[in-house]
């Protein structure tokens, strides 16, 4: 059973078009993450929710809006998709929100943006 | 800026050797430090973790040092093996702050050849 379950894998989509990626955990955990990974590896956090409510909001451009409908689910949907959003996103969750909480990512999801 | 500095961006050792992974920080209200260990295709995964009233830390192979005056912590992996190549990842998150937002550092991809 996959923990921390996110798709699709692989997206590629024009510049311009609309795209959601859905993420799901089978943890119980609380605590649930989107996590943008650039060419060059680098993690960055985007958003956290804790019990649907959006704890962390980083510097990202309003085109990303988070959805958390449950506390097991938070998808992720990008309006007029740019060339820079290419990237691999990952999904991840923690029991709580506390500084040491393990988090469990997802496999990613590789976006492409032509 | 990047907050958590990341050295080297790739390793290559021979099989039984041991990469040292360095991180340097500057923001003094970080105090707790993970490393993420990540495989070709999945997400990163906790593999140790470490706060600044320790000097050292070791789980199995893996040891931290830490250095709180230099503001610096490394990963050693003692008697390193091909299943250890990998892309490690230092990370800093602050105790008290809301959320549990980790800082990335940039990677090290780490070879370990047989």
């Known amino acids: 059973d996959t923990a921390v379950s996110q798709t699709p894998k692989y997206l590629v989509t024009q510049m311009g078009n609309d795209k959601s990626i859905k993420c799901e955990q089978n943890l119980g955990h609380d605590t649930m993450y989107w996590y943008k990974q650039d060419s060059k590896k680098f993690l960055k956090i985007m958003f956290s929710?804790?019990?649907?409510?959006?704890?962390i909001n980083e510097t990202v451009p309003n085109r990303f809006s988070p959805k958390s409908p449950d506390k097991a689910h938070l998808n992720l949907h990008i309006n007029s998709l740019e060339l820079g959003d290419s990237a691999v996103y990952f999904c991840?969750?923690?029991?709580?929100?506390?500084?040491?909480?393990?988090?469990?990512f997802g496999s990613g999801t590789q976006l492409s943006v032509l | 800026q990047q907050q958590v500095k990341q050295s080297p961006q790739s390793l290559i050792v021979q099989k039984g050797g041991i990469p040292i992974i360095n991180c340097a920080y500057e923001n003094t209200a970080f105090d707790y430090f993970p490393w993420y260990q990540q495989f070709p295709g999945k997400g990163p995964a906790l593999l140790i973790a470490?706060?600044?009233?320790?000097s050292e830390k070791k789980e199995g192979r893996f040891t931290i040092s830490f250095n709180k005056s230099a503001k610096q912590f490394s990963l050693h992996i003692m008697d390193s093996q091909p299943g250890d190549s990998a892309t490690y990842f230092c990370?800093?998150?602050?105790?008290?702050?809301?959320?549990?937002?980790?800082?990335f550092g940039g990677g090290t991809r780490v070879l370990v050849k047989p």
């Open positions: 990370a800093a998150s602050i105790v008290r702050a809301a959320g549990n937002k980790l800082t």
């Open positions: 470490i706060r600044p009233d320790v």
């Open positions: 991840a969750s923690s029991q709580g929100q506390t500084y040491n909480e393990k988090l469990f």
């Open positions: 929710y804790n019990n649907k409510e959006l704890i």
